[in-house]
């Protein structure tokens, strides 16, 4: 057995095991592709140590080696990413249907993925005229509600390197197209405690959405429609409730699920 492997870090786990996730973590900060000088600079490990781990990640298909001798964030990762938003969609959607029954309108639950904020749950509003999005969806950050709610607890330099590497394009004319006038409303989201998507992805929907505090993984729920009912009072009215539910949403999230039985 490797040395490196038998190594225990000083919480208990398996050092090796650390390290290999703390790099894919590094890769997905990156945007999903950097090199091996890159990870060396912000993971603090020595080449030697990152080559070996990065050969293994390569075989196991977690990592792929590009023409370029850069190395990407492989596919495995998809199916491990998928079966993850499985039960938090799971966890999710009793709060969601609170949100729905509370306010009328369709209710949202987002993760950060990379560059690209993913859609993960949903519970649709009961109007015949509602909004609808495919969970599995991805989309710009810098024009959602949840985008700018999960951007919010990064620093503004992080903010500023992944608007540069998604770019800024303008889904409608109210988008905000620029990283000063985005950070500019980052500010208002922390003071404020919510985002609000107002036309910036389609005409005629407004969206108000929050952080989940505290979550192991960034997650943002918002409350979504058409901007004639979800207006300024209206959002007032969601706001306290969007938090409440986001608190309610993070506990449940941090308390391990009951199993039956004994494990022997």
């Not at 990870?39 to 977690?62: D, E, K, N």
């Not at 999230?253 to 022997?264: D, E, F, K, W, Y």
Request: aromatic letters at 4%.
């Amino acid at each position: 057995m490797s040395s490196d492997v038998a190594k225990s870090s000083a919480s208990g786990g398996v050092q090796s095991l650390e390290r290999a996730f703390g790099l894919l973590e590094h890769m997905a900060d990156a945007g999903g592709e950097t090199g091996l000088s890159e990870l060396a600079g912000s993971s603090g490990l020595p080449l030697p140590t990152i080559h070996r781990l990065m050969r293994t990640l390569v075989a196991c298909g977690y990592v792929r080696q590009q023409p370029n001798r850069r190395y990407a964030l492989g596919p495995r990762l998809i199916r491990l990413g998928e079966s993850a938003a499985r039960p938090l969609a799971t966890w999710a959607r009793p709060h969601l249907a609170r949100l729905v029954e509370e306010t009328g309108e369709t209710a949202n639950m987002a993760l950060l993925d990379g560059d690209e904020v993913v859609y993960v749950a949903q519970v649709p509003s009961r109007h015949s005229m509602r909004m609808f999005t495919e969970v599995g969806r991805r989309v710009p950050p810098h024009c959602t509600g949840v985008g700018k709610a999960l951007l919010s607890g990064l620093p503004d330099a992080e903010v500023r390197e992944l608007l540069a590497r998604s770019g800024m394009p303008p889904a409608t004319e109210r988008t905000i197209t620029t990283p000063d006038a985005f950070l500019s409303a980052l500010r208002a989201v922390r003071e404020n405690g919510f985002a609000l998507d107002d036309n910036e992805q389609e005409i005629g929907v407004r969206c108000v959405a929050v952080l989940v505090p505290d979550a192991s993984t960034a997650a943002a729920i918002s409350v979504s429609g058409p901007a004639g009912r979800v207006t300024d009072a209206a959002t007032e009215k969601m706001v306290p409730l969007l938090q409440e539910v986001a608190r309610d949403l993070s506990a449940a999230l941090a308390t391990p699920p009951r199993r039956s039985g004994v494990l022997r």
